[in-house]
């Protein structure tokens, strides 16, 4: 038995015929970029996250970066991102000229510690950008208060936290432009690259449909030096369909995680912590163990994929060995790249897969 780990084309199986007719509406309509299905997708997507706009970009990664732009980033000022992300935080920063400086996590949650924040903050600090990592939010309501007493933005990186709640309101308007990815693993997901930002700011909103469009409000009247970073109206469709079920999958992955943590509680393993205030999705369910390598190698053999969120922190990649971050830096970034593990989580994984998972998880740990 092979246990895939996520089913990304399960969600089409599921919702076959929905998904077909609304690639054919779109197909058959004659509009090909933007237009009306964008605008509905837009719409669905912000009042989905209490926000009051949103706007469909090509990428996650661009939603960053755009954000950034919109906010009038550039060269040689910092922003404030965690150590310990998938590398397009870190990416979309040095994409607009703007220099990381990385922040660790709290070892219990992995998402960046708010008590570490002050500490790097210059008067070049123009940004925050916490991470949602993993379906848990982070501890937005310190940032915020860090932030307003410096008086600088909040960029929030949410592509792995569509529908996550931090104190029972969800992730989309806390800080100043939320950025979203639909990469076709991200708990809502296209069949293909997409992505959006939400905003409550009107003029910061206006600034971003104008950037992802080469700069233009108005055919050929260029204000800005802009993009090409149009979300396609067919996946907005298809967007649009499966955000209808994103609620009833997250349950579902509710549901498995729920029995990770019930049957690995008494063993060695590090288990997802959530603060009390904090509702998580579970993107992704991950454990750490300084035997990570050996579970790893013991669920592959047995047929489980898993796979390591991230292998290795952004600062010691070759492609940041230009910001010149001595190798010792973020020791716990360092440390919890050497000891994650994602376990199997997904709306179409049988709950008895992950009780198959967990056996041979305990059984790797007896005999080790
Ligand atoms: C997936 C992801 C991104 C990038 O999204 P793309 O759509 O692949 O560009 C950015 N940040 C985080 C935390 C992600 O997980």
């Not at 454990?287 to 053999?301: F, G, Q, V």
């Not at 047995?302 to 969120?309: D, K, M, N």
């Not at 070759?318 to 994650?340: H, M």
Request: hydrophobic content about 40%; aromatic content about 8%; proline content about 7%.
């Amino acid at each position: 038995m092979k246990i895939p780990f996520l089913d990304v084309g399960a969600t089409y199986l599921e919702l076959k015929q929905e998904i077909d007719d609304a690639v054919s509406r779109v197909l058959n309509s004659g509009c090909y970029i933007l237009g009306p299905e964008v605008e509905a997708f837009e719409n669905d997507w912000a009042k989905y996250c209490g926000a009051n706009y949103s706007v469909g970009l090509a990428s996650g990664l661009d939603s960053i970066s755009l954000a950034l732009r919109a906010l009038n980033i550039g060269n040689n000022d910092e922003v404030i991102v965690p150590s310990h992300t998938y590398i397009a935080t870190w990416i979309a920063i040095t994409s607009v000229g703007a220099i990381p400086i990385p922040v660790e996590p709290d070892p219990k949650t992995y998402n960046i510690d708010p008590k570490k924040v002050e500490d790097v903050i210059s008067p070049k600090t123009k940004v925050i950008l916490p991470v949602h990592l993993y379906g848990q939010p982070a501890d937005i309501g310190q940032i915020l208060e860090i932030a307003k007493k410096y008086n600088i933005n909040v960029v929030e990186d949410a592509a792995q936290s569509h529908g996550a709640c931090y104190k029972g309101k969800r992730i989309g308007a806390h800080g100043d432009i939320v950025c979203w990815s639909f990469y076709p693993g991200k708990s809502l997901g296209a069949f293909g690259d997409a992505g959006a930002i939400t905003t409550n700011n009107p003029d910061l909103a206006k600034k971003i449909i104008t950037l992802r469009n080469y700069g233009s409000q108005k055919k050929y009247i260029n204000e800005l030096e802009g993009v090409n970073s149009r979300l396609d109206p067919i996946q907005a469709a298809i967007l649009r369909v499966k955000l209808k079920y994103l609620d009833s999958w997250n349950e579902r992955r509710k549901i498995i995680a729920s029995i990770y943590t019930k049957e690995l509680n008494n063993s060695s393993l590090i288990l997802p912590h959530v603060p009390e205030w904090a509702d998580p999705v579970w993107h992704l369910y991950v454990i750490r163990s300084n035997n990570r390598d050996l579970l790893k190698t013991r669920l592959n053999e047995a047929g489980v994929e898993t796979i390591l969120h991230y292998p290795i922190p952004p600062h010691l990649q070759d492609a940041f060995q230009n910001l010149k971050i001595t190798e010792k830096s973020y020791p716990i970034a360092r440390q919890i790249a050497g000891e994650v593990l994602s376990l199997p989580i997904g709306p179409h994984l049988e709950p008895q897969h992950s009780e198959k998972i967990v056996s041979i998880l305990k059984s790797s740990l007896k005999k080790k």
